[in-house]
């Protein structure tokens, strides 16, 4: 079965929106609640071969079930509040366990596609963190430095080292 149950999708709901919660700063209004997750969900899992549709499912019960196990409470992530679920997932991900931080790591990077993949969402996280970027992002190769630092003198040292070393290449030639 390549879809998910209702259940499984209430729960994927509580799961995606304590990770990607809204509200989460005054740039960031949106949740990936609000946006369309359950179409999103439905094309992944119909487009991904059976392994990965079904490492999905898995990763959304395991998650969605681990209140009994990690909070030692007899309930579903349905059942708990935003903090629980937010320190839920927190304790999964410092498991000494891979495979249970990989599943909750698993959904973040699905959720990341669809979430910052939204052209909104996107602007407000580039305008954020990047005010130097321009609408057309035009700048990307420059991300995660700030023009005029020492890194981006140290890159263009290293650029002109490469182009004279090139150019000594030809000369030679």
């Known amino acids: 079965m390549r879809t998910l149950?209702?259940?499984?999708?209430?729960?994927?709901?509580?799961?995606?929106g304590a990770i990607?919660?809204?509200?989460?700063s005054e740039r960031l209004p949106l949740g990936i609640c609000d946006l369309d997750l359950?179409?999103?969900?439905?094309?992944?899992?119909?487009?991904?071969?059976?392994?990965?549709?079904?490492?999905?499912?898995?990763?959304?019960?395991?998650?969605?079930?681990?209140?009994m196990f990690v909070l030692y409470r007899a309930c579903t992530i349905m059942s708990l509040d935003t903090a629980s679920r937010e320190t839920l997932l927190k304790k999964m991900?410092?498991?000494?366990?891979?495979?249970?931080?990989?599943?909750?790591?698993?959904?973040?990077?699905v959720g990341a596609v669809?979430?910052?993949?939204?052209?909104?969402?996107?602007?407000?996280?580039?305008?954020?963190?990047?005010?130097?970027l321009n609408q057309s992002g035009t700048r990307l190769i420059g991300i995660g430095r700030k023009p005029g630092s020492e890194h981006d003198e140290h890159d263009d040292h290293e650029d002109q080292e490469a182009d004279e070393d090139q150019h000594?290449?030809?000369?030679?030639a």
């Open 20 to 24: 990607f919660p809204s509200g989460a």
């Open 38 to 67: 359950e179409t999103y969900l439905t094309q992944i899992r119909s487009r991904a071969p059976y392994r990965s549709a079904l490492g999905l499912r898995v990763a959304i019960w395991v998650i969605a079930l681990a209140p």
């Open 93 to 109: 991900l410092a498991s000494p366990v891979y495979v249970v931080r990989q599943l909750v790591m698993l959904l973040k990077a």
């Open 168 to 172: 000594d290449e030809q000369s030679v």
């Open 5 to 16: 149950t209702r259940m499984e999708m209430r729960w994927a709901y509580a799961v995606f």
């Open 114 to 132: 669809l979430y910052a993949g939204t052209p909104s969402v996107n602007q407000a996280i580039l305008a954020t963190s990047h005010p130097e």
